[in-house]
């Protein structure tokens, strides 16, 4: 227990990395893959054949070799998201937004807009054809087909599936340990590379899986209560 009491802003700051690291990824693939599936289920062929491969090929790339090109392949060949130098200050210690973080939040942003770009047009196509069809009937054109009837309903109908896709995206957070990004599991394997002893190890671990156990939960809680709510609203 010892270690984890001696450590705890470490491991605070890399929680604290992961909530920032896993709200920006999660708001910015939401916002991708509503405009993926526009493009999916639109008029123009192009942009449908354009967004369906994206989504294959990005959903058959392992997020590792994502996080690896866009963290550290891309600076070396002069591809670089850090455009300002960025600190935010927390209880713990201070959050660098490195060049390293940057890459990571943009591989996460396009890998999981797949996800959510499926999720959605599973919702998209449980809502009946009939309402859009009335709506192009009194001259909505397709943009305010899809905005003001279509999206609002899919977004019901798809948000399991979408709050599964944010919870794996939670998780999907600890990949980033791998290129460098100091959050949560980065800051558990520095800690139990300095531990000695089995039992000793075994507090720091049994802390990490519990924060995510209480961070899931929380966003279970919110999508039920989301879920809740809609399903009066109709």
Not at 23 to 41: E, P, W
Not at 82 to 88: E, L, P, R, T, Y
Not at 210 to 225: Q, T
């Amino acid at each position: 227990m010892d270690v984890v009491v001696d450590n705890y802003q470490f491991i605070g700051i890399g929680f604290a990395a992961t909530v920032l690291l896993f709200l920006i990824s999660g708001i910015g693939a939401l916002l991708l893959g509503t405009l993926l599936v526009a493009m999916r289920v639109g008029p123009i062929a192009v942009m449908r054949r354009a967004a369906a491969t994206y989504v294959t090929l990005v959903r058959n790339t392992p997020l590792l070799l994502i996080l690896v090109f866009f963290s550290l392949a891309a600076p070396k060949i002069g591809i670089n998201f850090q455009f300002v130098k960025i600190v935010i200050s927390t209880g713990w210690g201070d959050i660098r937004m490195t060049n390293a973080f940057a890459g990571a939040t943009v591989g996460l942003i396009l890998y999981t807009a797949s996800f959510v770009c499926e999720s959605l047009r599973s919702g998209v196509n449980a809502v009946p054809v009939g309402q859009a069809e009335a709506a192009r009937a009194i001259g909505l054109p397709f943009g305010g087909v899809l905005s003001n009837v279509v999206l609002p309903q899919a977004l019901r109908a798809a948000l399991p599936p979408l709050a599964s896709t944010l919870i794996a995206l939670l998780k999907n957070t600890t990949v980033a340990a791998s290129v460098l990004v100091l959050e949560s599991a980065y800051a558990l394997k520095q800690i139990l590379d300095k531990t000695p002893g089995t039992v000793e190890k075994l507090w720091p671990i049994g802390v990490f899986i519990l924060v995510f156990v209480i961070l899931v939960e929380l966003l279970s809680f919110a999508s039920g209560r989301l879920e809740r709510r809609w399903r009066v609203a109709r």
